[in-house]
């Protein structure tokens, strides 16, 4: 069985966090989404998981969020963009 996806960041110029998931049957979208109000901290664990199963997905078994920088000005020290990613299934699915 394919896993889905599921990606965190902030949106775009320093908006709120979103994670949504992708779909491989949806390649240009629109993927399930939420998105924290605008001024929210980094968003925990509890409210990671919170937010999958409002989606209607769950965390692989065993998986774990990887977090990344994505340049988003190379010729700055400072322009980067926080990602993280981790392996969903359905929620309610075999873990």
């Known amino acids: 069985m394919s896993r889905n996806r599921a990606l965190m960041s902030p949106r775009i110029n320093d908006g709120p966090w979103r994670v949504f998931v992708q779909l491989p049957e949806l390649p240009n979208g629109p993927w399930p989404e939420f998105v924290w109000p605008a001024g ?56």
Do not use: F, H
């Open 40 to 95: 929210s901290a980094i968003p925990t664990p509890a409210e990671r998981r919170e937010a999958l199963a409002g989606l209607g997905y769950q965390p692989a078994a065993g998986a774990e969020w990887e977090w990344m920088e994505m340049d988003l000005n190379p010729d700055s020290q400072w322009a980067v963009r926080l990602l993280a990613a981790i392996d969903v299934d359905p929620a309610g699915g075999d873990r």
